[in-house]
Nanobody, 116 residues
């Protein structure tokens, strides 16, 4: 079955960096676009970044542009989110996401906390 496992979250000071990873299994990873979402309590999940199957195109939340980079390694079935210049407002649970054959799949999420 489809499985998405995020890692790499943690506590970081404002201005710091983190790299999130999402290990995928149970489907043909290279055939699907992959995304990162995030959610804070009381708010809807918001799309942070998307990368196409061959990494030829990426899209970002406006507030993430210039600070975050989404990438993927199809040989490792892994998608990454490199985050720089983190701000307290980036604090959230970050989720890996794939839409496949009419179904949505989410990982369990990884907490990112930006605080001094």
């Amino acid at each position: 079955q489809v499985k998405l496992v995020e890692s790499g979250g943690g506590l970081v000071q404002p201005g710091g960096s983190l790299r999130l990873s999402c290990a995928a299994s149970g489907f043909s990873f290279s055939a699907y676009a992959m995304s990162w979402y995030r959610q804070t309590p009381g708010k809807e999940r918001e799309l942070v970044a998307t990368v196409t199957q061959t990494s030829d195109s990426t899209n970002y939340l406006d507030s993430a542009k210039g600070r975050f980079t989404i990438s993927r390694d199809n040989a490792k079935n892994t998608v990454y989110l490199q985050m720089h210049s983190l701000k307290p407002e980036d604090t959230a649970v970050y989720y890996c996401y794939v839409f496949r054959l009419g179904y949505t799949y989410w990982g369990q999420g990884t907490q990112v906390t930006v605080s001094s």
